[in-house]
Each structure stands twice: as structure tokens, then as C-alpha cells.
């Protein structure tokens, strides 16, 4: 059994979905975009993170990722960001989050010649943020995005060394972009997982559709995660209220 069972909601539909997520007691994962960020309203998150509480739920964090990089070669991206997940820690400050998820940047396309420097720059990056998330109470995830295999992620994840910073294992990048078999996603990451995104797609397009309904294999994600991090998170990624309504539906026979 997964520590928690959570929903993707983006912040700006948050109106929309609200009185649904409380009535169904359903966790959610809040996206929070950059344009989101920077309009927040301080009293409806302070309201909305008491609602929470008073249902029992609990929540995590999708940070902001567009145009980012901590391990940017560019000290001006870096900055931009920093300057991002700073925001980001300051809203989960007062949401408590079991989790924020960050990408982690890389692509071998931009980076294949400059891996060094790439990891370098993202430890350091991510050390300074530690503080921080550790007055929080909450753990740092990096979801595999474009990596075709977990090196770059654990090189980053080992040389943090710490359980605060952990690996957000994407069932639909992994379909799309991974030329190594999850068997060995898993023996390389598997024990770094504290949280997973779950949604399926036939591997050419990130369709987000419910567990089950495309090409992963989800007997095989869903028994690695219960063997090698047993506490980790789940997280459905279904981009539409009927897609989750199916989606947790079809993840109850792996539950």
C-alpha cells in the first residue's frame, strides 16, 4: 500500500474541483504554475490548507518547471530558478506538503557533452534549498522527465545524500523516453522513490490517460514500487475529472 493516494490539481482550477476533492476525501497533488505563483492569494491557501486538515487530508506539491533548470550552465537560469522554488517552498510553508515535486532539467540532447557540470551545478542547487525544506517537514522528489536512463539522477541523488531529497518515479516518461528496462530503473532508483506519478500512454505522446488504459505495464510499476519503496506516494496524473473518476477506478486491483 502506497503511504498516500493523491490527485493531480492545478492550482488556477482549483475553484472548480474544490467542494469535489473535500467530498471524496481525495488528496491533491497542487500544480502550482509560475503565473499562479505569482498571484496567490496568501488567504484562500491559508483557507484552503485549513480545509484540508479539517477533512484529514493531506497534500503534495508540483512545483513550477517551465523554462527552469538548476543545473543550467547559465547562472542567470539558475537564478530564475532559484527565485521559483524559493516561492514554491514559501506556499508549502503553509500547506505542508508530504512532497514537492521538481524537474530536474536534464536532457541528454543539451547536456550529453556537459554531465559534470550539470551535476555539480544541481547538487549545489538542491543543498541549498535543504534548509528549507527540512524547517518544512517535507521531502524534495526529482521526476525522471526526459532521462533515458537513471544515471544523471542518482549521481545527483548520491552525492545530496540525504533522505530528504528523493526520486519521483514518472510511470509515462519512463514509457516514453527509457531505453532500459524498469527492472533496472528500479535497481538503480528504486530504494530513492518517494513518490510516483501514475498514468499510462502507448509511448509516443504524454496522453496522461487512467492506469490501465494504454501501454504500461502497471502489475510490474505497481509491485516494483511495493518491493523496493513500499512508503512512497502514489499519484494519479489524469487531466480531467472523468480520466480520474477512471483512473481511481482502475487502480484499486493494485492497491
Given at each position: 500500500?502506497?503511504?498516500?493516494?493523491?490527485?493531480?490539481?492545478?492550482w488556477?482550477?482549483l475553484?472548480e474541483h474544490r467542494d469535489?476533492?473535500?467530498?471524496?476525501?481525495?488528496?491533491?497533488?497542487?500544480y502550482?504554475?509560475?503565473?499562479a505563483?505569482?498571484?496567490?492569494?496568501?488567504e484562500?491557501?491559508?483557507?484552503?490548507a485549513?480545509?484540508?486538515?479539517a477533512?484529514?487530508?493531506?497534500?503534495?506539491i508540483?512545483?513550477?518547471?517551465?523554462d527552469?533548470?538548476p543545473?543550467?550552465?547559465?547562472?542567470?537560469?539558475r537564478?530564475?530558478?532559484?527565485?521559483?522554488?524559493e516561492?514554491?517552498?514559501a506556499?508549502?510553508?503553509?500547506?505542508?506538503p508530504?512532497?514537492?515535486v521538481?524537474?530536474p532539467?536534464?536532457?541528454?540532447?543539451?547536456?550529453?557533452?556537459s554531465v559534470?557540470?550539470?551535476v555539480?551545478?544541481?547538487?549545489?542547487?538542491?543543498?541549498?534549498?535543504l534548509?528549507?525544506?527540512?524547517?518544512?517537514?517535507?521531502?524534495?522528489?526529482?521526476e525522471?522527465?526526459?532521462e533515458?536512463?537513471?544515471?544523471?539522477?542518482?549521481?545527483?541523488?548520491?552525492?545530496?545524500n540525504?533522505?530528504l531529497v528523493?526520486?519521483?518515479?514518472?510511470?509515462?516518461h519512463?514509457?516514453?523516453?527509457?531505453?532500459?528496462?524498469?527492472?533496472?530503473?528500479?535497481?538503480?532508483?528504486?530504494?530513492?522513490?518517494?513518490?510516483?506519478?501514475?498514468?499510462?500512454?502507448?509511448?509516443?505522446?504524454?496522453?496522461?490517460?487512467?492506469?490501465?488504459e494504454?501501454?504500461?505495464?502497471?502489475?510490474?510499476?505497481?509491485?516494483?514500487?511495493?518491493?523496493?519503496?513500499?512508503d512512497?506516494?502514489?499519484?494519479?496524473?489524469?487531466?480531467?475529472?472523468?480520466?480520474?473518476?477512471?483512473?481511481?477506478?482502475?487502480?484499486?486491483?493494485?492497491?
Open positions: 500500500m502506497p503511504s498516500l493516494l493523491c490527485a493531480h490539481v492545478p488556477p482550477r475553484a469535489y476533492l473535500l467530498e471524496q476525501r481525495i488528496n491533491p497533488e497542487l502550482l504554475p509560475s503565473d505563483l505569482d498571484s496567490l492569494d496568501g484562500l491557501v491559508r483557507s484552503f485549513a480545509e484540508l486538515v477533512h484529514g487530508l493531506k497534500c503534495t508540483h512545483a513550477t518547471f517551465m527552469l533548470n543545473g543550467s550552465v547559465d547562472r542567470a537560469v537564478e530564475t530558478t532559484r527565485q521559483r522554488v516561492q514554491t517552498l506556499v508549502a510553508a503553509v500547506l505542508r508530504q512532497v514537492i521538481f524537474h532539467g536534464y536532457s541528454r540532447l543539451t547536456y550529453g557533452s559534470e557540470t550539470w555539480a551545478n544541481s547538487v549545489a542547487f538542491w543543498q541549498e534549498q534548509p528549507r525544506a527540512r524547517e518544512i517537514g517535507c521531502k524534495i522528489a526529482l525522471n522527465i526526459f533515458e536512463e537513471p544515471s544523471t539522477l542518482r549521481q545527483v541523488l548520491d552525492r545530496i540525504d533522505p528523493g526520486h519521483c518515479f514518472d510511470s509515462g519512463f514509457n516514453m523516453f527509457a531505453t532500459v528496462s524498469l527492472q533496472e530503473w528500479f535497481a538503480a532508483l528504486g530504494d530513492r522513490i518517494v513518490e510516483s506519478h501514475l498514468h499510462d500512454n502507448h509511448g509516443q505522446a504524454d496522453e496522461h490517460l487512467p492506469v490501465g494504454g501501454q504500461i505495464d502497471f502489475e510490474l510499476v505497481t509491485s516494483l514500487l511495493k518491493q523496493y519503496a513500499p512512497a506516494v502514489w499519484t494519479l496524473e489524469a487531466h480531467s475529472r472523468e480520466r480520474l473518476e477512471r483512473a481511481i477506478k482502475n487502480i484499486q486491483q493494485y492497491l
